[in-house]
């Protein structure tokens, strides 16, 4: 879903961009060229992104974890919004976060999935160890 909102804010930043270029040519107004090279970077911006993730779905560059692990809440130690799930030495950063117990002391039977590239969180899923789902990022099919 967020790819989606990523194609469409940025093709209306092309858009935007294409009214701002005609009214500069008109006008010649100094204002009219500046908003027009904003939502020129507005656009390359969110439409290179939208491709990257399109990109990486369509080719399946994911890569899936699953196994034991125990979430971390990093809001308090850095000053972010994040939690860090924590399978054994490996670690992935994540800014879904969770209404469960916190801390190594607390495991979970997870499944994580994120881009091969990136290494952004695209979904993760919690669950107890006889299998009942306790958080998800997915959406409900």
Same mark, same amino acid.
């Given at each position: $879903?967020?790819?989606?909102?990523?194609?469409?804010?940025?093709?209306?930043?092309?858009?935007?961009?294409?009214?701002?270029?005609?009214?500069?040519?008109? =006008?010649?107004?100094?204002?009219?060229? @500046?908003? !027009?090279? +904003? !939502? @020129?970077? !507005?656009?390359?911006?969110?439409? @290179?992104? !939208?491709? $990257?993730?399109?990109?990486?779905?369509?080719? =399946?560059?994911?890569?899936? %974890?699953?196994?034991?692990?125990?979430?971390? &809440? &990093?809001?308090?130690?850095?000053?972010?919004?994040?939690?860090?799930?924590?399978?054994?030495?490996?670690?992935?950063?994540?800014?879904?976060?969770?209404?469960? *117990?916190?801390?190594?002391?607390?495991?979970? *039977?997870?499944?994580?999935? $994120?881009?091969?590239?990136?290494?952004?969180?695209? &979904?993760? %899923?919690?669950? *107890?160890?006889? @299998?009942?789902? +306790?958080?998800?990022?997915?959406?409900?099919?």
């Amino acid at each position: $879903m967020e790819v989606v909102f990523y194609w469409l804010i940025g093709l209306l930043c092309l858009g935007s961009l294409v009214i701002y270029w005609m009214d500069w040519r008109k =006008t010649r107004n100094r204002v009219k060229l @500046g908003q !027009a090279v +904003l !939502a @020129g970077i !507005a656009s390359i911006v969110l439409v @290179g992104m !939208a491709g $990257m993730e399109t990109y990486d779905r369509m080719t =399946t560059n994911y890569i899936v %974890e699953t196994g034991e692990c125990y979430v971390v &809440d &990093d809001r308090s130690s850095k000053g972010s919004s994040n939690v860090t799930l924590w399978f054994g030495k490996r670690s992935y950063g994540f800014k879904e976060i969770p209404d469960v *117990t916190y801390g190594p002391g607390y495991v979970f *039977t997870c499944r994580a999935t $994120m881009t091969k590239q990136m290494q952004s969180g695209i &979904d993760y %899923e919690l669950r *107890t160890r006889d @299998g009942e789902l +306790l958080y998800s990022t997915k959406l409900e099919d």
